[in-house]
């Protein structure tokens, strides 16, 4: 990035030979949020504890940024929002969205990790409320700030749901633009302080069946991963629609999902579920 120039994210640029944040400090966010009420329809809904409080709602945080560039992306409208022309919320006042039927605060988007100041300094102040943390992610945030977000969930009963988009980093390089390699340390950075809560779920993982491209092969790949760290660890696999520049492609087939679901149990895992079934199709 030189001067005048955006990264990758859109969110920092080079000013007299100084790096310039335009969002995702704590005091600028560039996001959109709205009450989702439980049960939902959340990547971890089987497992994880907001889908026995109806009622009460989910604080559903959608960041309008993005560390990676999927042609398969079904939010890829965030592309449309900027720093300068739309208005940004503070940590604070995003905290203060939530009342009394909050029961827990999901980051999503685009995806947090590209604005993780800001949803770290959100969720030091919702956990002193009772909010549990949860995180809907590619897991390509540093480290350190990945540790942050871990025992914010860990504390406040909340898990980290990560999306394993593929394997083959080859494969992740052409459908997303980016390397899995920092994903696949991340989730078993995370993944291994499970056991810290065996109770209830830390870590989630997730994988979208893109026809003819994530095929049971690549799921059997992902699955053994997981399994290595953890047989027990949920893994979702979701049916995709035609969505941004993968329009043409069709459905997820229901012989698809099947054979997905076996090769990911075959392959060790114990936890394993079809979900988004109402977009499956007949063979």
Known sequence: MSEGQRGFCGLRTIEKGHIKHLAGTPSKGLLSWYRDPLPTNCVADWVCEGSRHPGCHNLAVFYESCTADCLFCQNWHFRQMSPERHRTTSASDLAAAANKRTFCVCYFGGDPASQMPHALATSKLLARRGVRVCWETAGTMHPKLLDAAVRHSLDSGGCIKFDLKAFDEELHLALCGISNRRTLANFARAAKRSHERPDLPLVVASTLLVPGYVDPHQIAKIARFIAEIDPDIPYALL?????????????????????????????????????????LRQP
């Open 239 to 279: 049916a995709f629609a035609p969505h941004f520049h993968m329009s043409d492609l069709p459905y997820t087939n229901e012989s698809h999902a099947r054979d997905a679901e076996a090769a990911a149990r075959a392959s060790g895992l114990s936890n394993v579920r079809i979900g988004n079934r109402h977009l």
